[in-house]
């Protein structure tokens, strides 16, 4: 059987898009191949996929198509490695690469896109913001979604915003559970045990995002259905809003983005990557 994908990097990131591209009939694991360096890593991946083939490198001409998954620091390495194998499109998920970084160093005419996932990838769940480089036609950011949507789910911006994603919905899930940890102890202050308290917000948040999710309603419409006028939850909003959550919010995502694009300078890359 024809291999469909390689998937270069077979870690947290690379190990959630195989589950993926597996249980949502993507592919079979017969039709992937997973590039790994670590050998070890190599020999879990084969015992959870029956049919699956992992190499520390990958052979010449085996896979048109390919995803990279490694971490930016070994980005330049495994690119070059799979121009010379002769891999022809590229999804990178590598976090700061620019499409630029990943055209010089496929050494090829090599149609490549860039993309920014979030941990729920691990679960399936994630939101992915994606830009094309300058050879990727419509069709191969098609070929792009579909592989994250095995994932997830991701939507197109300009590449000059993936920073502004990467500060929205690459931190989100931090921000998400700050959130969860500052409940827990408020419902721990009203009198609840620590148990109790984490049950029920867990499960106040995980039936919240499914309503949004699943009504397709907005947060808006949701929080003014849930809000009586004059009731509990407008007392408890008013104490949100005097304490200005919602500006808090902007400065985290305007923060996280102005890291990204200080990490994104030659210089912060290199101290980051030597810490
Ligand atoms: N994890 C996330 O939530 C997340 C979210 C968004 C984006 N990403 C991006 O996804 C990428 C992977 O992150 P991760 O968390 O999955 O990292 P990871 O768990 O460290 O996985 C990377 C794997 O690639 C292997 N590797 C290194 N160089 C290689 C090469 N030249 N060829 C083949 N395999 C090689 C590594 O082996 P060794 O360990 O032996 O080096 C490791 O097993 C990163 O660029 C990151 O920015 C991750």
Not at 145 to 166: F, I, N
Not at 167 to 175: D, H, K, Q, T
Request: glycine content about 10%; aromatic content about 2%.
């Amino acid at each position: 059987m024809a291999v469909k994908l390689a998937i270069i990097g077979g870690g947290r990131m690379g190990g959630a898009l195989l589950r993926g591209l597996i249980s949502s009939g993507w592919a079979s694991p017969s039709e992937l191949v997973v590039v790994e360096i670590n050998e070890a890593q190599r020999q879990r991946l084969e015992a959870g996929h029956r049919g699956l083939t992992t190499v520390s490198r990958l052979s010449t001409r085996a896979c048109e198509d390919a995803v990279l998954a490694v971490k930016p620091q070994d980005a330049e390495e495994a690119c070059l490695a799979a121009g010379v194998a002769g891999v022809q499109r590229l999804l990178s998920v590598a976090a700061g690469i620019t499409t630029s970084d990943l055209e010089k160093w496929m050494g090829t005419r090599a149609l490549v896109v860039r993309a920014m996932p979030n941990l729920p990838a691990l679960v399936a769940h994630c939101a992915a913001g994606m830009a094309p480089g300058s050879r990727a036609s419509e069709r191969d950011l098609a070929w792009a979604a579909g592989v994250l949507g095995s994932v997830g789910t991701a939507v197109e911006v300009p590449e000059k915003l993936m920073d502004a994603v990467t500060g929205l919905s690459g931190s989100g899930p931090a921000y998400f559970f700050l959130v969860v940890e500052a409940l827990i102890e408020a419902g721990v202050r009203a009198g609840l045990d620590r148990e109790t308290s984490t049950t029920l917000v867990r499960h106040t948040f995980a039936g919240a995002a499914r309503l949004l999710t699943e009504t397709g309603e907005s947060a808006e419409d949701l929080r003014i259905a849930v809000t009586s006028p004059g009731g509990t939850t407008a007392a408890g909003i008013a104490a949100l809003e005097d304490r200005q959550v919602r500006e808090a919010f902007v400065a985290a995502v305007e923060a996280a983005t102005a890291r990204s694009i200080e990490l994104g300078t030659p210089g912060a890359k290199a101290t980051l990557t030597h810490r």
